[in-house]
């Protein structure tokens, strides 16, 4: 995906592998293959904790998007 992004985590599974860490075909959080910038735990996460996580990533696309102006690219 093209510069600039941000990645949202939604639920504890996705966050920290959940339940299902200790299986043999799990290798934790989604954090351990790509890195992530919001987290937004829960089983199931609340929809007000995920508008909430969707605020804060739009927050952090905008200092991104204001980095990579300020860079020139």
């Given at each position: ?25 799990i ?20 929809p ?26």
């Amino acid at each position: 995906m093209a510069e600039p992004k941000v990645v949202v985590a939604v639920g504890i599974c996705a966050c920290t592998g959940g339940v299902f860490k200790q299986c043999y075909n799990i290798k934790g959080g989604i954090d351990t293959v790509i890195p992530v910038d919001v987290y937004v735990p829960g089983c199931a996460a609340r929809p007000e904790s995920i508008i909430d996580g969707v605020v804060k990533a739009l927050s952090i696309l905008d200092a991104k998007q204001a980095a990579m102006t300020k860079d020139g690219r």
